[in-house]
């Protein structure tokens, strides 16, 4: 599956594709999606993870198979007799989810992506980065995929970094939607020694930017997905602003992937680095001026 180039010029829209795990209602963006397949066997793998339900061979490929209704700590005892599996790319692993039915592709903006209430995210344990009203009073959950890989496979995880210098004096806007990932990125600056400034989406990390001094602000590191703005809008509000634009954008993405770079490039981003490439991004920004 391949997306419309959508966010080339920064237009805060995207695609998302609406599933069904269990009774979830739930989206993930079209550009983390390799390809819907029809059901095949799944072998299981034993002494796997619980929430790992096996693998599959396609085209040649060992592809694990999550359980979203695990992930999702839900109760169904029967399974749905029409089942599909989305094979999805994100931080350079593959792996697929299996799923009761897909109900459509959609087009929005980001501002139809709602921040999950500050009670859901409460525990840390909802892997939750949006929501989005469907039609008839439905709820489609936006899932933090890469919360669910890490508490799979910790390798996976975006790990501090390693860098205790480098930063000193320098202050950051760093924009990043998944409450866990920020965490993470925020510490591995702060102990090279920057001062940072966090914001859940790219509306208030532009509100910031408008409000406050500038000059004394070495980079914006930005996440592509988020809700009311993505990243591509803020990087291309920021050069589009005389008052902003020698200010360097690094896209730090689970999408910044060599097949959708040239989305970066055309807003005028400075740098772009797939998560979670913690240690090199912090490379990048002692660098970045």
Known sequence: MKQEILLESGNNELEIVIFKAGDSLLGINVAKVEC???????????????????????????????????????DCPTTS???????????????????????????LSRKEIETPSSILLSQNET???????????????MLDFEKILADIDPSLAL????????????????AEDSTFLLKVVNESLLK?????????????????????????????????????????TLTKQIKSNPKLKQIPVILFSSIANEALKHQGLSVGADAQITKPEIDKLVELVVNIR
Not at 159 to 174: M, N, R
Not at 199 to 227: K, R, W
């Open 159 to 174: 790990k501090e970094s390693k860098a205790i210098k480098g930063l000193e004096g320098k202050k950051l806007v760093v």
């Open 127 to 141: 892997p939750t980065t949006g929501i989005v009203r469907g039609n008839h009073d439905e709820i489609i959950l």
């Open 192 to 232: 090279a020694g920057a001062t940072v400034e966090k914001f859940g989406t790219g509306q208030d990390a532009l509100d910031y930017l408008l409000h406050n001094s500038v000059n004394e602000i070495h980079c914006v590191i930005t996440d592509i997905e988020m809700p009311i703005m993505d990243g591509l």
């Open 81 to 107: 007799k029409e089942r599909l599996l989305i094979l999805i790319d994100i931080n350079n692993s593959n792996f697929a989810v299996e799923v009761s039915f897909v109900s459509s592709i959609r087009r």
């Open 36 to 74: 819907i397949l029809t059901y095949q066997p799944i072998t299981e793998i034993p002494n796997s993870h619980n929430h790992v339900k096996g693998v599959i061979n396609y085209r040649g490929r060992v592809i694990p198979v999550l359980d979203l209704i695990k992930t999702l700590k839900q």
